[in-house]
């Protein structure tokens, strides 16, 4: 069974579907649809008729169990507690999504992966996708954010970006570390940071802060010829 992904479907104004690959497929449903994200836990080689495999990626899920540091923020605010120039977060969302299947996969136009990105900070900053933003300032410039939400046992990481030419200056951990302290404060100890295998330097950040990978997906984009 096919599950038509609504949103997807509205955004992108076609018809996307999601399947995990051991699944049965019915010819009269795939027809129906333009896109289909495939899913598994384990590789996988799939054939669908008249559709071709543009993209394949390995989603990973990093986890930690977290206990509070007591850490203090100079420079992090929440995006209901500062001024900002929301422009430079659309430029540091796309930064943040350079990795994504959905820039990856040149099936999709640089416009929509803008137009993606650019609704998910929206979306992140009315709480509809987050709980909270988190922006990193200096002198009044946003040089990083974070979005992240919670919910009863965890809580889980959006988007997190930094500026290019403010990388490797400890932003990005300090964001990381915010975040954690405000989900402890809420009474929640678990932490999820989902990023593709493929994006090297991520991995390896988020190992050094202590995460360890939970969850593998492998994820394969069919598009009907």
Request: a positive charge; glycine letters at 4%; aromatic letters at 16%.
């Amino acid at each position: 069974m096919i599950k038509r992904l609504e949103w997807d479907s509205n955004f992108f104004e076609m018809e996307i579907g999601e399947l995990f690959y051991k699944q049965q497929l019915n010819i009269e449903d795939v027809i129906k649809y333009h896109l289909l994200y495939v899913k598994g836990n384990e590789d996988f080689e799939a054939i669908i008729p008249n559709f071709t495999n543009s993209f394949s990626e390995i989603k990973v899920v990093f986890a930690k169990k977290l206990k509070t540091k007591g850490y203090m923020f100079n420079n992090i605010f929440s995006c209901d507690e500062l001024t900002y120039n929301i422009k430079d977060l659309y430029k540091l969302a796309f930064e943040s999504g350079k990795n994504s299947r959905f820039n990856l996969d040149k099936k999709f136009s640089r416009k929509k992966f803008e137009e993606l990105y650019t609704k998910w900070i929206d979306n992140s900053i009315n709480k509809k996708f987050a709980d909270d933003v988190f922006i990193y300032q200096e002198n009044k410039v946003s040089l990083g954010f974070v979005t992240f939400k919670v919910y009863a046992n965890f809580a889980t990481i959006g988007l997190i970006a930094v500026d290019p030419s403010s990388q490797g200056k400890g932003i990005g951990s300090k964001l990381i570390d915010a975040v954690e302290e405000k989900v402890i404060d809420l009474g929640i100890n678990i932490l999820q940071i989902p990023t593709q295998l493929e994006n090297k330097s991520a991995c390896s950040f988020y190992k050094k802060k202590e995460y360890s990978i939970e969850k593998i997906t492998f994820i394969k984009h069919f598009w009907k010829n």
